[in-house]
């Protein structure tokens, strides 16, 4: 069974950093492109970041770019979010998940690429 946990979230003032692990079991991880996705209360998930299979490629949502970057272990089948310069409207559960298909990569995905999510894990930002 697919398995995905995240960890790493937690409450931070505004500016600090954040790093969030997934580490996933049950499939052959090298092989998938990952993302990570976000459910802010009063909001629908959106979109954060996602990473092909090798790490080669790599895309933002335009409100992360250049604060946040997703990469990936693949010999500890772990993918990775660090979160710098964190704004209160990060605030979210953010899950990992799988894309569906192996060997498949698109930059800005939709969710119909996925077929697997995580539970999440709480960020907080606040004063």
């Known amino acids: 069974e697919v398995q995905l946990v995240e960890s790493g979230g937690g409450l931070v003032q505004p500016g600090e950093s954040l790093r969030l692990s997934c580490v996933a079991s049950?499939?052959?991880?090298?092989?998938?492109?990952m993302s990570w996705i976000r459910h802010g209360p009063g909001k629908g998930f959106e979109w954060v970041s996602a990473?092909?299979?090798?790490?080669?490629?790599?895309s933002y949502t335009d409100s992360v770019k250049g604060r946040f970057a997703i990469y990936r272990d693949n010999a500890k089948n772990t993918l990775y979010l660090q979160m710098n310069v964190l704004k209160p409207e990060d605030t979210a559960v953010y899950s990992c998940a799988k894309f569906s298909n192996a060997n498949y990569y698109i930059d800005y995905p939709g969710s119909a690429e996925y077929d697997s999510w995580g539970q999440g894990t709480q960020v907080t930002v606040s004063s």
């Open positions: 049950g499939f052959t991880f090298s092989t998938y492109a």
């Open positions: 990473i092909s299979s090798n790490g080669g490629s790599t």
